[in-house]
C-alpha cells in the first residue's frame, strides 16, 4: 500500500458528462500529480500542484481541471467527456514535489465513458 | 522530439534466471531516471532510480545501469521470481511546460514462467 488513496476505483459515464476523481496524498506529502495511462499512450503527465498551487502542467487538456485543498487532497475534473477519455487516471504524490524525487502511485480510477 | 522508449513490448523468463528491461531515451540533458513495476490492476510502484552523475546502483535484487554515452538505460533483475511478472516502466525528468514531471515510456510486460 502506498499510502495514495484515490477514489471512486470505478467510474462509468456517458459521452458529454462530467466527473471529479478524488486523491488523497501519502501522509506527509505535499505535491500530488495526476496521470493518465491509456493502452496506446502509456503513462501521460496531467499536471502538479504543491501546497494548494499549480506547480507544473503536462499535456492536459482544457476540459480537464484540477485543484489542490487546503487538506492537501486533490480533485481532478473532467468535463464534456469523450469516448477517447476512457482510462485509468493515477494520482501520484511527493514529499516536496522538487525535482529528483520519487513518486508514490494511488491504486487509479478506471473511467469508462460510454 | 524528446521521449522515453523500451526495446522490447514483452519479455518472458523462467524463474530463477536474471532478466534485463532496456530503455532508451533522447533528451542528453536528462539527469534523473527511475524505473517503477505495475501489476495488474495497481499502481506504477517505485524500484529504484539513477541520477545521471552515476553510472550504476543496486537494491535488493534489482540493478540500474545507466550508458550516457549511448542515452541507454537498463534494469536487471537477479533470480527472477513469478512475483516478477508485471509491467515495468522507465521514467525520466522532463521539462514539460512549466516545470518538471516524469516522462514514462510505454512499458515493458515481464513474463515469469515455471
Known amino acids: 500500500d502506498s499510502g495514495v488513496t484515490q477514489t471512486p476505483k470505478h467510474l462509468i459515464t456517458a459521452t458529454g458528462q462530467r466527473v471529479t476523481l478524488r486523491c488523497s496524498p501519502r501522509?506527509?506529502?505535499?505535491?500530488v500529480y495526476w496521470y493518465q495511462q491509456s493502452l496506446d499512450q502509456g503513462l501521460q503527465f496531467l499536471i502538479q500542484y504543491y501546497n494548494g498551487e499549480e506547480r507544473a502542467k503536462g499535456n492536459i487538456l482544457e476540459r480537464f481541471s484540477a485543484q489542490q485543498f487546503p487538506d492537501l487532497h486533490s480533485e481532478l475534473n473532467l468535463s464534456s467527456l469523450e469516448l477517447g477519455d476512457s482510462a485509468l487516471y493515477f494520482c501520484?504524490?511527493?514529499?516536496?514535489?522538487?525535482?529528483?524525487?520519487?513518486?508514490?502511485f494511488g491504486s487509479g480510477t478506471q473511467l469508462s465513458v460510454l | 522530439g524528446e521521449s522515453v522508449g523500451l526495446h522490447l513490448p514483452t519479455l518472458s523468463v523462467q524463474e530463477g534466471d536474471n532478466s534485463i528491461i532496456n530503455c532508451a531515451y533522447s533528451n542528453s540533458a536528462s539527469d534523473y531516471f527511475i524505473w517503477y513495476k505495475q501489476e495488474s490492476g495497481k499502481g506504477p510502484q517505485f524500484i529504484i532510480d539513477?541520477?545521471?552523475?552515476?553510472d550504476k546502483r543496486q537494491g535488493q535484487r534489482v540493478t540500474v545501469l545507466l550508458n550516457k554515452t549511448v542515452k541507454h538505460l537498463s534494469l536487471q533483475i537477479a533470480a527472477t521470481q513469478p512475483g516478477d511478472s508485471a509491467v515495468y516502466f522507465c521514467?525520466?525528468?522532463?521539462?514539460?511546460?512549466?516545470?518538471?514531471?516524469?516522462?514514462f515510456g510505454k512499458g515493458t510486460s515481464l513474463l515469469v514462467t515455471p
Open positions: 539513477i541520477r545521471s552523475n552515476m
Open positions: 501522509s506527509g506529502d505535499l505535491s
Open positions: 521514467a525520466e525528468l522532463k521539462n514539460s511546460n512549466s516545470g518538471y514531471a516524469l516522462n
Open positions: 501520484a504524490s511527493s514529499q516536496r514535489g522538487t525535482t529528483n524525487e520519487k513518486l508514490f
